[in-house]
């Protein structure tokens, strides 16, 4: 039943737990109630709370400032708020690197000294030159949220064009730099997401765009469609810029370029969801006048990754199958002629495994592969014909990220961390087939007391085995007993093919060096068993997930590790809805709740920014199929009256195009209203801020320091 990764023989010690005293407030800030509704296939579904999608407007803000002064009035409450908050920021303050890339003679990695709001890109000559700031964030505007997105530099290096994003969200403007002198060229192309840049030589590059926003006030919400790519000279203003590619006839698809590395093919990806894509190339040899995208792979219904372009291959990470009858769920790579595309014609590179093909590149000439052995990184290299050189050999059970370059690079680098193990950065020489240390993590608080241990489990409802991690401190309780039971800290996405590895956090760190147990739940709908585990959580089948979770709460309860009143539950975005649909389908399971930038009005998520893309994850309430299952589990429509829910913090910020404000302010307003219970229903709002990336290290700390001093609170906690 249980596979133990790695166990300690645990001392059993009583957790030393304070009388929690009750925190008194007056009732949370009244929202106002309107009667807007609508019909779903003959059913009139309210929508009291619709006008708090206007995000902008001043009566949501004035809402807001409400909402965030009657939070902040209880968390100020809270009698160890800042000792929480100085103790993080103390942990925190360590330098922390990225893994180098090579671009010319140059190295390039991002550097925090510890403490700066947004890591700094430096660079080097060869390894052993003097780091040289190349671009410092923290310096484009005060408030320190402009934030570094994709890099892409020309084929001789010469220049290098660079994403910024303000404030979190999902926009982004582009910019160009001489890579010598460090002069930042006149060039700027606004109205840009989810994009990257294919240089041709030194003239210029194709990118992802969009039009202008009909209305800057609603360029957070709005839905954004007809992305186009474009083609931008060296120099020329954005309105020079040429269209390369623009099908009115679908205004919901992705669109992206790459280029192959002998600059002879430009490559579409196209996909009209988070998941499923369909790829063209352009032929750049041909006249101008005579080039075209050419189909390669058809979509949507499978996932394509072109890697490079060898010998006039496609060499192609897929979970498409050599033939038209079936899926290879865990993925494998495959060489392809654009001559003769078909799938019956492909030749097998690296046949797909029991385990996971989660990620490839090829580098040195050689395929480097990582996947994943229950749900950790495990590392093969490859030659340029699929024959096995060996497994690259990591420090543990951890998660192992980079192995970037060219062709013609003899060596590599990659990050590797766990739970216990903050990011360390390695050399890999690539021919040798060896590791060798090159940044130690600057991290000098002490992680050898830290275990970690894997566990099946059941789900309740239809017997799937699932996985968790559980990590402790040596000496917590975690095997049962009639001793105190251990506060624990369940984390879980489960959706969008995502998979969950062992990473180091520092707040959750913090959370186990004060007696808590942290565990992260390998659920249904996420990556990590292949397509097949993916599948089993989406569209129809999302009610697994939530399943998964509560059977993960139930599992640890009845082992004895943590009881109702220690067992808190946490997660964003998609995880967001993962918390919001299990705290209300089963609210006497959990003490605490933290949805976190979450999907909670599953009928009307399409309606907003990119919320279309997930239609392929979840289903659409247009559709009379769909809404039957969505307003089932969706987490606003499912808040019930005089119901004892957990206490519960929600967070997002205004600025989050991605999962709009609107979810969070119209289920906080819900639960206010509704709840009848003694735990509190708050909603912590972020100013300046969007979804996630980009957030400055000040914002980072004082919201985890509000989440975790929540936390601690009702789980009756008391950090030493």
Known sequence: MKKIILFSILIIIGNTAWAQQRINMKNPPTTKRTNVKDDYHGKTIYDPYRWLEDDRSKETESWVDKQNEYTNEYLSKIPFRDKVKADLTKLWNYEKYSSPFKKGNYYFFYKNDGLQNQSVLYYQEGLEGAPTVFIDPNKLDASGTSALGTLSFSKNNAYVAYAVS??????????????????????????????????????????????KPASEEKKFSAKTEFQKIFYHAMGAAQNEDKLIYHNPDYAQRYKGVSISDDERYLIMYESEGTDGSQISYMDLSKNENERQFTLLLEGFDKNYSVLEVIKDKFYVHTNASLNAAGLSSNYQIVAIDPKNPKSGSWSTIVAAKTEKLENASIVGGKIICE????????MIQYDLTGKMEGEITLPGIGSAAGFGGDMKDDHTFYSY???????????????????????????????????VEQRDFPNTKDGTMVKMFLVYKRGTIVNGGDMEKAPVLMYGYGGFNISLGPSFSIPNYYFVQ?????????????????????????????QNVFDDFISAGEYLISEGITSKDKLAISGRSNGGLLVGACMTQR??????????????????YHKFTVGWGWVVEYGSSDNAKDFEYLIKYSPLHNVRKNMDYPATLITTADHDDRVVPAHSFKYAATLQELNTGPNPQLIRIDKQAGHGAGKP????????????????????????
């Open 166 to 211: 303000q404030a979190g969200s999902d926009w982004q403007d582009i910019y160009i730099m001489n890579v010598e002198t460090r002069e930042k060229m006149s060039d700027k192309i606004e109205y840009t997401k989810f994009s990257n840049m294919a240089w041709v030589g030194e003239e210029g590059f194709y990118y992802s765009g969009y039009d």
């Open 371 to 378: 996947y994943l052995k229950d749900a950790h990184s495990q």
């Open 417 to 451: 961390s766990s739970f216990n193990a903050p990011p360390t950065i390695y050399k890999y020489d690539i021919a040798a087939m060896e590791s060798t240390v090159f940044k130690e993590s600057g991290a000098t608080f002490p992680t050898d007391e830290i275990v």
């Open 514 to 542: 004060n007696g808590g147990v942290y565990v992260m739940v390998n659920l249904r709908g996420g990556g990590e068993y292949g397509e097949d585990w993916h599948k089993q959580g989406m569209l129809a089948q999302k």
């Open 587 to 604: 609210p006497d399971l959990f003490k605490v709740a933290l949805p976190g930038v979450g999907v909670l009005d599953m009928l009307r």
């Open 697 to 720: 290290t000040s914002k980072v700390i004082e919201e985890y320091a509000d989440v975790l001093s929540f936390t601690m609170y009702h789980l009756g906690m008391n950090p030493e």
